[in-house]
């Protein structure tokens, strides 16, 4: 067995009053690492005062599902000769605030648009989704199910 190691920074800004109270301190920070060459602009959710320009975590945790799911997936392609000649999904999550403040994921559906390079791999190509679930580091480590709303369709005929 393989163990892997990942680390990022996370800068945080200051108003200057700190956290003298809920409102004063800013939500903004960035996510970067030494060997990277972009900066992540983040927030906290608008609604808990974050910045809606800036990507929050809940953005980020879908994204890091769909992205994996995805990597999973076109892997899975290429050893099953599936030729994806265009993926795009748009994710979307529910996530639950508890009276407390607290709150969890309650779940995340995927919904991957594929395009595939011949009719006669769209079966396949609409299975392998599954298989992706099951092997995807992302969504094996979420206490929530990850659902798909996967659809595959062979690539329009090239002029």
């Known amino acids: 067995m393989k163990t892997h190691h990942y680390k990022t920074t996370l800068n945080s800004g200051n108003l200057g009053q700190g956290t003298t109270n809920y409102k004063a301190y800013n939500r903004n920070h960035?996510?970067?690492?030494?060997?990277?060459?972009?900066?992540?602009?983040?927030?906290?959710?608008?609604m808990f005062l974050g910045d809606p320009s800036r990507y929050n975590p809940e953005e980020l945790l879908l994204a890091s599902i769909a992205s994996c799911h995805m990597l999973w997936y076109l892997h899975l392609?290429?050893?099953?000769?599936?030729?994806?000649?265009?993926?795009?999904?748009?994710?979307?999550?529910?996530?639950?605030?508890?009276?407390?403040?607290?709150g969890q994921f309650t779940n995340v559906t995927l919904n991957p648009k594929v395009q595939v390079?011949?009719?006669?791999?769209?079966?396949?190509?609409?299975?392998?989704?599954?298989?992706?679930?099951?092997?995807?580091?992302?969504?094996?480590?979420?206490?929530?199910?990850?659902?798909?709303?996967?659809?595959?369709e062979a690539s329009p005929s090239q002029p």
């Open 77 to 102: 392609c290429a050893t099953n000769h599936i030729i994806v000649t265009n993926y795009q999904d748009q994710p979307e999550g529910t996530m639950q605030e508890n009276t407390n403040g607290s």
């Open 30 to 46: 960035t996510i970067n690492h030494d060997q990277k060459s972009q900066t992540i602009l983040a927030s906290a959710d608008p």
């Open 117 to 152: 390079q011949d009719q006669n791999m769209v079966d396949k190509a609409n299975q392998l989704h599954h298989q992706a679930n099951q092997m995807c580091f992302i969504a094996r480590s979420c206490n929530f199910p990850i659902t798909h709303n996967a659809f595959a």
